[in-house]
């Protein structure tokens, strides 16, 4: 019983990130001229964010950009990476 709900688990981990990234390519999508965060650090995309998105998914876009910003420590462990 532990042993399927360790790999249930394990299932749903692998499934939720390859949606997040789909998540994130759609929702940026939506923006016009996104900054590369690849080339930005996590203080540039913030600042980005904070000026230029002004509906509600101001939280959702900083975190899509920043998950991969070229300074952030957690990049290897983001998902999609």
């Excluded at 789909?22 to 995309?45: F, I, N």
């Amino acid at each position: 019983m532990k042993k399927q709900l360790v790999a249930m688990g394990v299932a749903i981990a692998f499934l939720s990130q390859a949606s997040y990234a789909t998540e994130c390519s759609d929702l940026l999508s939506h923006y016009k001229r996104v900054p590369d965060p690849t080339v930005k650090t996590m203080r540039q995309l913030k600042r980005w964010v904070k000026r230029k998105i002004k509906d509600g998914n101001q939280k959702a876009v900083e975190e899509c950009l920043v998950a991969n910003a070229a300074d952030n420590p957690n990049k290897a462990t983001v998902a999609g990476q």
